[in-house]
């Protein structure tokens, strides 16, 4: 068994660009948990991720911002959970005043 404190976590991220950091928190051979964040940016990549073999359910805790997925902008802020299918490209996006952080599991299917 193993436990996080969030708060501890968050201090521990690694930069994947100037506007994304993260952490794993839980690995395993069929799924992984972690933190990622989102920092405002005036210009966001466009670019979206698509897992061929994972599903990705998300958990906001913090901030505000959006979820790219389908054409459609989905509103995102604390206690929303969401679930995007293995091969559906998305992204996401703090909103202007706060950074965006999100618990993720990415699972194997």
Partial sequence: MKTIKIS????????????IRYTDCF???KFTSGLIA???????????INHDD?????????????????GKR???RPGIVCHIPKGTPHDFA?????????FYSLITT
């Fill in 8 to 19: 501890q976590a968050l201090k521990g991220l690694k930069k994947i660009t100037d506007e």
């Fill in 27 to 29: 690995k395993e051979e």
């Fill in 38 to 48: 989102f920092r405002p940016s005036k210009n966001s990549d466009p670019k979206q």
């Fill in 54 to 70: 994972k599903d990705v359910v998300c958990h906001v805790i913090k901030g505000s911002g959006r979820l790219r997925v389908n």
């Fill in 74 to 76: 989905i509103p995102l």
């Fill in 94 to 102: 703090a909103g202007k005043n706060a950074e965006l952080v999100l």
